[in-house]
Protein backbone atom coordinates (compact mmCIF):
# COMPACT_ATOMS: atom_id res chain seq x y z
CA UNK A 1 0.00 0.00 0.00
CA UNK A 2 1.01 3.39 -0.71
CA UNK A 3 0.60 6.05 1.39
CA UNK A 4 -0.64 9.19 0.24
CA UNK A 5 -0.24 12.93 1.58
CA UNK A 6 -2.77 14.95 1.63
CA UNK A 7 -3.57 18.37 3.29
CA UNK A 8 -6.40 18.53 5.43
CA UNK A 9 -8.59 21.69 4.93
CA UNK A 10 -11.72 20.84 6.31
CA UNK A 11 -13.32 20.79 2.87
CA UNK A 12 -12.87 17.30 1.49
CA UNK A 13 -14.38 15.76 5.03
CA UNK A 14 -17.52 18.15 4.84
CA UNK A 15 -18.06 16.81 1.84
CA UNK A 16 -17.49 12.91 2.23
CA UNK A 17 -20.33 13.77 5.37
CA UNK A 18 -22.71 15.82 3.23
CA UNK A 19 -22.49 12.74 0.66
CA UNK A 20 -22.98 10.57 3.95
CA UNK A 21 -26.21 12.63 4.60
CA UNK A 22 -27.96 12.41 1.00
CA UNK A 23 -27.31 9.35 0.47
CA UNK A 24 -29.11 8.49 3.86
CA UNK A 25 -32.03 10.97 3.31
CA UNK A 26 -32.12 9.13 -0.26
CA UNK A 27 -32.29 5.76 1.38
CA UNK A 28 -34.91 7.36 3.17
CA UNK A 29 -36.92 8.89 0.80
CA UNK A 30 -36.59 5.36 -1.36
CA UNK A 31 -34.55 8.04 -4.16
CA UNK A 32 -31.29 7.16 -5.59
CA UNK A 33 -28.34 9.17 -4.90
CA UNK A 34 -27.65 10.15 -9.25
CA UNK A 35 -31.41 11.98 -8.59
CA UNK A 36 -30.25 14.36 -6.31
CA UNK A 37 -27.42 16.88 -7.58
CA UNK A 38 -24.91 18.69 -4.94
CA UNK A 39 -24.46 21.82 -5.80
CA UNK A 40 -21.42 23.92 -4.19
CA UNK A 41 -22.37 27.46 -3.01
CA UNK A 42 -19.25 29.21 -3.01
CA UNK A 43 -20.38 32.88 -3.02
CA UNK A 44 -17.59 34.88 -0.68
CA UNK A 45 -15.24 31.91 -0.88
CA UNK A 46 -11.89 32.64 -3.18
CA UNK A 47 -11.02 30.20 -6.22
CA UNK A 48 -8.39 28.02 -4.13
CA UNK A 49 -10.83 27.38 -2.55
CA UNK A 50 -13.05 26.23 -4.83
CA UNK A 51 -10.54 24.04 -6.69
CA UNK A 52 -10.26 22.45 -3.14
CA UNK A 53 -13.74 21.47 -3.31
CA UNK A 54 -13.40 20.71 -6.91
CA UNK A 55 -10.81 18.25 -6.51
CA UNK A 56 -13.02 16.62 -3.54
CA UNK A 57 -15.44 16.06 -6.21
CA UNK A 58 -17.36 18.75 -6.73
CA UNK A 59 -18.46 19.31 -10.06
CA UNK A 60 -21.61 21.82 -9.99
CA UNK A 61 -21.08 25.26 -8.15
CA UNK A 62 -23.56 27.90 -7.18
CA UNK A 63 -22.78 31.92 -7.13
CA UNK A 64 -24.91 34.93 -6.59
CA UNK A 65 -23.27 37.75 -7.76
CA UNK A 66 -22.66 38.12 -10.94
CA UNK A 67 -19.50 40.12 -11.25
CA UNK A 68 -17.86 38.21 -7.93
CA UNK A 69 -18.64 35.11 -10.60
CA UNK A 70 -17.15 36.37 -13.53
CA UNK A 71 -14.18 37.25 -11.60
CA UNK A 72 -13.36 33.53 -10.28
CA UNK A 73 -14.66 32.12 -13.32
CA UNK A 74 -11.59 31.71 -14.85
CA UNK A 75 -9.68 30.95 -12.27
CA UNK A 76 -11.65 27.36 -11.25
CA UNK A 77 -9.95 24.09 -12.91
CA UNK A 78 -12.40 22.42 -15.58
CA UNK A 79 -10.89 19.91 -15.97
CA UNK A 80 -14.13 17.43 -15.07
CA UNK A 81 -16.40 19.78 -16.40
CA UNK A 82 -17.35 22.13 -14.07
CA UNK A 83 -20.92 23.24 -14.55
CA UNK A 84 -21.91 26.49 -13.23
CA UNK A 85 -25.12 28.09 -12.09
CA UNK A 86 -26.42 31.59 -10.90
CA UNK A 87 -28.92 31.16 -7.80
CA UNK A 88 -28.53 35.00 -6.89
CA UNK A 89 -30.84 37.92 -7.71
CA UNK A 90 -30.58 38.89 -10.87
CA UNK A 91 -30.83 42.65 -12.27
CA UNK A 92 -32.04 43.31 -15.40
CA UNK A 93 -28.79 45.66 -16.33
CA UNK A 94 -26.32 42.48 -15.95
CA UNK A 95 -28.07 39.96 -17.87
CA UNK A 96 -25.99 40.61 -20.86
CA UNK A 97 -23.01 40.23 -18.77
CA UNK A 98 -23.77 36.29 -17.49
CA UNK A 99 -26.03 35.10 -20.54
CA UNK A 100 -23.99 32.59 -21.90
CA UNK A 101 -21.50 32.66 -18.86
CA UNK A 102 -22.98 30.00 -17.09
CA UNK A 103 -24.91 26.73 -17.16
CA UNK A 104 -28.03 27.63 -15.77
CA UNK A 105 -29.44 31.00 -14.18
CA UNK A 106 -32.20 29.47 -11.29
CA UNK A 107 -33.43 33.19 -10.37
CA UNK A 108 -35.85 34.16 -13.09
CA UNK A 109 -38.45 35.57 -10.94
CA UNK A 110 -40.05 38.34 -13.54
CA UNK A 111 -41.54 38.12 -17.24
CA UNK A 112 -38.61 41.29 -17.40
CA UNK A 113 -35.97 39.24 -16.66
CA UNK A 114 -37.09 36.48 -18.68
CA UNK A 115 -37.89 38.70 -21.72
CA UNK A 116 -34.13 40.16 -21.00
CA UNK A 117 -32.26 37.01 -21.08
CA UNK A 118 -34.35 36.00 -24.10
CA UNK A 119 -32.86 38.50 -25.93
CA UNK A 120 -29.54 38.28 -25.10
CA UNK A 121 -29.79 34.27 -25.25
CA UNK A 122 -31.24 34.89 -29.40
CA UNK A 123 -28.47 37.32 -29.72
CA UNK A 124 -25.88 35.30 -28.98
CA UNK A 125 -27.89 32.04 -31.06
CA UNK A 126 -27.92 30.26 -27.66
CA UNK A 127 -30.78 28.80 -25.52
CA UNK A 128 -30.51 29.55 -21.74
CA UNK A 129 -31.63 27.18 -19.31
CA UNK A 130 -33.56 29.01 -16.66
CA UNK A 131 -35.79 28.06 -13.42
CA UNK A 132 -38.12 29.99 -11.92
CA UNK A 133 -37.55 31.10 -8.68
CA UNK A 134 -40.67 30.81 -6.17
CA UNK A 135 -41.39 32.84 -3.02
CA UNK A 136 -42.90 29.40 -1.65
CA UNK A 137 -43.10 31.05 2.14
CA UNK A 138 -44.70 34.42 0.65
CA UNK A 139 -41.92 36.34 2.40
CA UNK A 140 -41.86 40.00 1.85
CA UNK A 141 -38.17 40.60 1.35
CA UNK A 142 -37.56 37.64 -0.62
CA UNK A 143 -37.08 37.66 -4.40
CA UNK A 144 -38.94 34.71 -6.30
CA UNK A 145 -42.75 34.44 -7.75
CA UNK A 146 -45.64 34.21 -5.78
CA UNK A 147 -47.27 31.17 -5.82
CA UNK A 148 -50.47 31.73 -7.01
CA UNK A 149 -48.65 33.91 -9.99
CA UNK A 150 -46.63 31.07 -11.33
CA UNK A 151 -48.97 29.42 -13.51
CA UNK A 152 -49.22 32.66 -15.55
CA UNK A 153 -45.61 33.47 -15.54
CA UNK A 154 -44.62 30.18 -16.78
CA UNK A 155 -47.33 30.69 -19.80
CA UNK A 156 -45.79 33.85 -20.92
CA UNK A 157 -42.35 32.52 -20.06
CA UNK A 158 -42.82 29.47 -22.25
CA UNK A 159 -43.72 32.17 -25.83
CA UNK A 160 -40.33 33.47 -25.57
CA UNK A 161 -37.47 32.06 -27.86
CA UNK A 162 -33.62 31.54 -26.94
CA UNK A 163 -35.17 30.62 -22.99
CA UNK A 164 -35.98 27.17 -21.77
CA UNK A 165 -37.55 26.64 -18.26
CA UNK A 166 -36.02 23.28 -16.50
CA UNK A 167 -37.82 23.60 -13.23
CA UNK A 168 -38.38 25.84 -10.00
CA UNK A 169 -36.19 27.17 -7.24
CA UNK A 170 -36.66 28.34 -4.20
CA UNK A 171 -35.18 29.80 -0.70
CA UNK A 172 -37.41 28.00 1.77
CA UNK A 173 -38.14 30.13 4.87
CA UNK A 174 -35.97 29.48 8.19
CA UNK A 175 -38.51 26.86 10.36
CA UNK A 176 -37.81 25.27 13.54
CA UNK A 177 -38.62 21.83 13.09
CA UNK A 178 -38.31 19.26 10.72
CA UNK A 179 -42.26 19.05 9.91
CA UNK A 180 -42.50 22.36 9.18
CA UNK A 181 -39.88 22.02 7.02
CA UNK A 182 -40.85 19.45 5.15
CA UNK A 183 -44.70 20.89 4.72
CA UNK A 184 -43.39 23.38 2.82
CA UNK A 185 -40.93 21.50 0.29
CA UNK A 186 -43.92 19.38 0.03
CA UNK A 187 -46.11 22.73 -1.02
CA UNK A 188 -43.11 23.38 -3.28
CA UNK A 189 -43.23 19.55 -5.03
CA UNK A 190 -46.85 19.66 -5.58
CA UNK A 191 -46.23 23.00 -7.39
CA UNK A 192 -43.83 21.36 -9.35
CA UNK A 193 -45.81 17.88 -9.94
CA UNK A 194 -49.06 20.37 -10.85
CA UNK A 195 -46.95 22.52 -13.88
CA UNK A 196 -44.99 19.48 -14.93
CA UNK A 197 -47.77 17.91 -16.40
CA UNK A 198 -49.09 20.77 -18.31
CA UNK A 199 -47.54 20.56 -21.96
CA UNK A 200 -46.01 24.19 -22.34
CA UNK A 201 -43.59 24.98 -24.99
CA UNK A 202 -39.90 25.46 -23.89
CA UNK A 203 -40.92 24.45 -20.36
CA UNK A 204 -39.55 20.67 -19.48
CA UNK A 205 -40.39 20.38 -15.64
CA UNK A 206 -36.95 18.54 -14.62
CA UNK A 207 -35.46 20.05 -12.02
CA UNK A 208 -36.53 21.19 -8.86
CA UNK A 209 -33.61 23.36 -6.76
CA UNK A 210 -34.41 23.43 -2.59
CA UNK A 211 -32.47 23.06 0.52
CA UNK A 212 -29.40 24.49 1.57
CA UNK A 213 -27.23 24.11 4.67
CA UNK A 214 -29.54 23.69 7.50
CA UNK A 215 -32.70 21.70 5.33
CA UNK A 216 -31.27 19.72 2.22
CA UNK A 217 -31.96 16.52 4.02
CA UNK A 218 -35.83 17.14 4.40
CA UNK A 219 -35.83 18.83 1.02
CA UNK A 220 -34.72 15.85 -0.46
CA UNK A 221 -37.28 13.62 1.32
CA UNK A 222 -39.80 15.94 0.00
CA UNK A 223 -38.28 15.89 -3.70
CA UNK A 224 -35.88 17.77 -4.45
CA UNK A 225 -33.68 17.06 -7.54
CA UNK A 226 -30.76 19.69 -6.85
CA UNK A 227 -30.01 21.05 -3.51
CA UNK A 228 -27.47 24.28 -2.94
CA UNK A 229 -24.99 23.68 -0.22
CA UNK A 230 -22.71 26.51 0.92
CA UNK A 231 -21.29 27.64 4.88
CA UNK A 232 -21.91 23.36 5.26
CA UNK A 233 -18.90 22.63 2.57
CA UNK A 234 -17.02 25.80 3.33
CA UNK A 235 -17.70 26.79 6.66
CA UNK A 236 -19.49 30.07 7.69
CA UNK A 237 -18.84 32.98 5.37
CA UNK A 238 -16.82 36.31 5.67
CA UNK A 239 -18.28 38.68 3.84
CA UNK A 240 -15.94 41.32 5.28
CA UNK A 241 -12.88 41.39 3.01
C1 LIG B 1 -26.17 31.26 0.09
C2 LIG B 1 -27.20 30.50 -0.64
C3 LIG B 1 -27.31 29.10 -0.51
C4 LIG B 1 -26.46 28.28 0.43
O1 LIG B 1 -26.70 28.61 1.77
P1 LIG B 1 -26.04 27.78 2.96
O2 LIG B 1 -26.98 27.98 4.08
O3 LIG B 1 -24.71 28.38 3.20
O4 LIG B 1 -25.94 26.37 2.54
C5 LIG B 1 -28.25 28.46 -1.30
N1 LIG B 1 -29.06 29.13 -2.14
C6 LIG B 1 -28.99 30.47 -2.29
C7 LIG B 1 -29.89 31.15 -3.24
C8 LIG B 1 -28.06 31.19 -1.53
O5 LIG B 1 -28.01 32.52 -1.66
Redesign the pocket.
Known amino acids: MTERLFTDTGVADNLARIRESIADACALAGRRQEDVQLIA ?1 T ?1 TVDAARINEAIAAGVHQI ?1 E ?1 RVQEYCQKRPLLSDECGLVTHL ?2 HLQTNKVNQIVGKVDMIQ ?1 VDSFRLAERISRASVGLGIVSKVLIEVNIGAEEAKSGVEPDKLSELLEMVAGLPGICVRGLMT ?1 APILPSETEKRKVFSRMYQLFVDNRGKNMDNISMQELSMG ?3 DYREAILEGATMV ?5 IFGN ?1 NYIK
Open positions: VKGNIGSVMSGRIGSAR
